[in-house]
């Protein structure tokens, strides 16, 4: 099972920038597929949005409520998964979480309600709370 660790969540006003770290644990053999998901106040972990997701080539797809703003990237190197975020507003406050999968991604994972699913391996989450 691979281990991974979210970090760099934070309060931060409308209108601002952040960006989260998860470290990954070990070598993903590909391909694979790692992605950001948000788990808004009052929404339980079967209602996690699907942000964000990289492949193994580097490829990316966001969901529409985070295109253009937000940017996912990867330190291979280094085993880290970074998620830049800026132009923030208070509907991104919520808890982030990495997760990765075998396999390649899916634009599904993004458009299915139950796309999370799919992810086997989560992190602890970091909080992200937005103000006005």
């Known amino acids: 099972q691979v281990h991974l660790v979210e970090s760099g969540g934070d309060s931060v006003q409308a209108g601002g920038s952040l960006r989260l770290s998860c470290a990954v644990s070990e070598l993903i053999f590909s391909p694979y597929c790692m992605g950001w998901f948000r788990q808004a106040p009052g929404k339980t972990r079967k209602e996690r949005e699907g942000?964000?997701?990289?492949?193994?080539?580097?490829?990316?797809m966001y969901a529409d409520s985070v295109k253009g703003r937000f940017t996912i990237s990867q330190d291979n190197a280094e085993n880290i998964l970074y998620l830049q975020m800026s132009h923030l507003s208070t509907a991104d406050t919520g808890v982030y979480y990495c997760?990765?999968?075998?396999?390649?991604?899916?634009?599904?994972?993004?458009?299915?309600?139950?796309?999370?699913?799919?992810?086997?391996?989560w992190g602890q989450g970091t909080q992200v709370t937005v103000s006005s």
């Open positions: 997760a990765t999968k075998r396999g390649n991604c899916f634009r599904d994972y993004l458009d299915n309600a139950n796309g999370w699913a799919a992810f086997a391996d």
């Open positions: 942000i964000g997701m990289i492949g193994t080539a580097g490829n990316t």
